[in-house]
């Protein structure tokens, strides 16, 4: 176990070898072809998001970074003094330090993610930066129920569950509505939740955000192939797939696909997968959300709306929700 602080060690509940080679084999046994989205980051796939997110394409990161800017004392106001943050998908750690900066004696920072080098690393230039504030990294993927890290002291005044970078939009509606039900059991009633969306919009906007001119976004698709090779003995020949992002109006997402540039096959150990040239293995959903719809969702999950902000030309949106202190969760 790595120890990050002095006050908490990691709590490794990632998923491991066989989940991976089970949801790859599954996933392209099945019609159409599909790969899960959660295990692009490996520590490549996590180098390549942030990458991804410094391109001039990728409005969303510097939209949520303006907004949570502006919003930080309020949102300091809202969650009370010391609260407790556990952040899902919480990736470079960028955005929690401005909720940080602005709360009063937060008294605990739970920063979940799969991707664990990258977790530990954020973790640590947290831990160095904010002293004092007991960070207990969980690596899980938070699909699956996990347990909260004690605190150490009091119990916190409040819960707040923080989920930025439209990261809810790879979900389904249905599923975004499951995860939000169970951030809610796991949070406790009266407890707050953050959650960043991407708002509809042009596709004139929305596919280079997905397939930008510098190729950075192939690559972090790609890389679940070159992933596949590695931890799997996949045999995948990357230059014969391309990336692809399409808008799907009537889902309101943007998908990727890895569409096969002609005939071939692919061994991954003893099991072989054949590809037509054209057929795609969609790889990543990333549903928009109009403020309405989301928060129908939010409620259909239990959750009080308290506040949502968007920035003047309406790219990205702010959902502050409430676990009502009478829920039963
Ligand atoms: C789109 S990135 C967003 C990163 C960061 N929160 C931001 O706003 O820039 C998604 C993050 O969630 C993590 N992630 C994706 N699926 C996950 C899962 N099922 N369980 C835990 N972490 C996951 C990834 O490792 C990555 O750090």
Not at 6 to 31: N, Q, Y
Not at 109 to 125: E, F, K, Q
Not at 204 to 231: K, S, W
Request: charged share 20%; aromatic share 10%; hydrophobic share 45%.
């Amino acid at each position: 176990m790595n120890v990050v602080s002095a006050l908490h060690e990691l709590r490794d509940l990632s998923p491991g070898k066989e989940e991976f080679r089970a949801s790859v084999l599954a996933g392209l046994s099945a019609s159409p072809k599909t790969l899960p989205c959660k295990f692009f980051y490996d520590a490549e796939g996590s180098r390549l998001f942030d990458l991804i997110c410094e391109l001039p394409e990728y409005y969303p990161t510097r939209t949520e970074v303006a907004l949570l800017t502006a919003r930080a004392a309020e949102l300091a106001a809202l969650a009370g003094p010391g609260a407790a943050l556990v952040e899902f998908g919480s990736g470079a750690g960028v955005k929690i330090r401005l909720l940080l900066e602005a709360m009063r004696e937060p008294s605990l920072y739970v920063p979940v993610d799969i991707s664990r080098g990258h977790l530990l690393a954020a973790a640590d230039g947290l831990a160095e930066d904010f002293p004092g504030l007991p960070i207990a990294p969980v690596c899980a993927d938070y699909t699956a129920p996990f347990l909260l890290p004690a605190p150490s002291g009091q119990p916190p005044r409040r819960w707040a569950g923080f989920f930025p970078g439209s990261t809810i939009g790879n979900f389904t509606p249905p599923e975004a509505t499951a995860f939000l039900a169970g951030a809610a059991r796991l949070l406790g009633p009266g407890s707050l939740m953050i959650v960043g969306t991407d708002l509809p919009k042009e596709p004139a906007v929305l596919i280079p955000a997905y397939d930008d001119a510098a190729g950075v976004t192939a690559a972090f698709n790609l890389n679940l192939l070159a992933r596949i090779n590695a931890e799997l003995g996949g045999e995948f020949d990357l230059a014969a797939f391309r990336h692809e992002a399409r808008w799907n109006a009537a889902e309101s997402r943007v998908e990727m696909h890895l569409v096969s540039r002609h005939n071939q096959s692919a061994r991954i150990g003893a099991s072989r997968f054949t590809f037509a040239g054209g057929e795609s293995i969609h790889t990543e959903n990333s549903y928009k959300y109009a403020a309405d719809a989301f928060r129908r969702l939010a409620d259909d999950a239990g959750y009080r709306a308290l506040r949502f902000w968007t920035d003047p030309a309406g790219l990205f949106g702010i959902h502050v929700l409430e676990v009502p202190a009478s829920a039963r969760v």
